[in-house]
């Protein structure tokens, strides 16, 4: 009993996040491993995949540099601040504590995940990860260039409440870290009691579809009961057709990182009025000053 009520220092929670990081960093290079073994003995391991591999690579160290390099310590500030000058009040940072924070953290993830998939300058960034034509781990390392901003905002209210920020970071990467292994073909359907709480590879599947009925589907993080809560789960019934319906075709890092910000500047500039300006930005991405924006199921969206 006294696991459960102990508290943990922010420098245990930290290294918790690092331990979290490396191993499962190790196992999703196993799951890769296992995935390019299958392409090799199924001769379907082409020139285009194995660029499209390294190319998610590559924006993911791209993303790292600009998140720890030029905007972690902004970040860290933010938190801080927020829980020095405006938290209700401090709670404890106990197993109970740090269970609550996670559920909590995968409901905040939800809703940024939905913001960033139904708005003009969220999708700018986030296409860069649907953009892929392929399924495999390595997609799940595929980040745009602004993906590091977007969870501030939604994650804020957790510290105001109380959480330490600390355990805020970690529910963050653990909510993150969880779908990594669910970019995977490998996996088929699970017994029916997970595939009802948690995400699965099987929604995550569907997540990243364009066929129509699939377009902005399950954007649960651990648990697909928010879906199902929110009016946004669609269960894996016909093949996915994997990627954006406006395709990118290129495997250059350059093009893969940078299309989502470059054709979300040509829609900024060809605003006539302010308020044109704020649908581009915060109408869905499909939008334009003469369509419906609740027509979304031909929208360049994944």
């Known amino acids: 009993m006294e696991f459960f009520t102990a508290t943990f220092t922010e420098i245990q929670i930290y290294e918790f996040n690092v331990v979290l990081e490396y191993w499962m960093f190790i196992a999703s290079l196993g799951l890769l491993l296992v995935e390019v073994l299958k392409r090799l003995i199924t001769k379907s ?58 559920v909590l953290a995968d409901l905040a993830y939800y809703f940024e995940h939905r913001f960033t998939h139904r708005t003009g ?20 390392y595929r980040f745009g260039p602004l993906d590091g901003i977007f969870p501030v905002f939604f994650h ?9 920020p600390a355990l805020v970071f970690f529910a963050e990467s653990l909510v993150l870290l969880y779908q990594t292994p669910l970019h995977t ?44 809560m929110f009016g946004t789960f669609e269960e894996e019934r016909e093949k996915v057709d994997y990627g954006i319906t406006n395709a990118i075709e290129s495997v250059n890092p350059i093009i ?33 000053p003469s369509q419906d924006t609740k027509s979304s199921a031909t929208r360049e969206q994944a």
């Open 156 to 164: 804020i209210p957790l510290v105001m409440v109380g959480f330490n």
């Open 121 to 140: 300058i969220g999708w700018s960034t986030h296409t860069v990860h649907h953009s892929s034509p392929y399924f495999n781990l390595s997609v799940a």
């Open 45 to 102: 391991l082409s020139r285009n995949l194995i660029g499209d591999g390294l190319t998610n690579f590559i924006t993911y160290y791209a993303v790292v540099g600009i998140y720890y390099v030029a905007l972690s310590s902004v970040y860290i500030s933010i938190y801080y601040s927020v829980s020095y000058y405006f938290s209700i009040v401090t709670i404890p940072t106990t197993v109970w504590s740090i269970a609550l924070c996670i």
């Open 185 to 228: 073909e490998l996996i088929g359907k699970l017994p029916k009691p997970i595939e009802s709480i948690l995400n699965t590879p099987s929604h995550h599947r569907v997540h990243h579809g364009k066929n129509a009925q699939y377009i902005d589907k399950n954007y649960a993080g651990i648990f697909i009961i928010w879906d199902k």
């Open 256 to 288: 893969v990182f940078s299309h989502g910000l470059t054709r979300f500047a040509r829609r900024i500039s060809s605003a006539e009025s302010v308020s044109e300006m704020f649908g581009y930005l915060f109408l869905p991405p499909d939008w334009t």
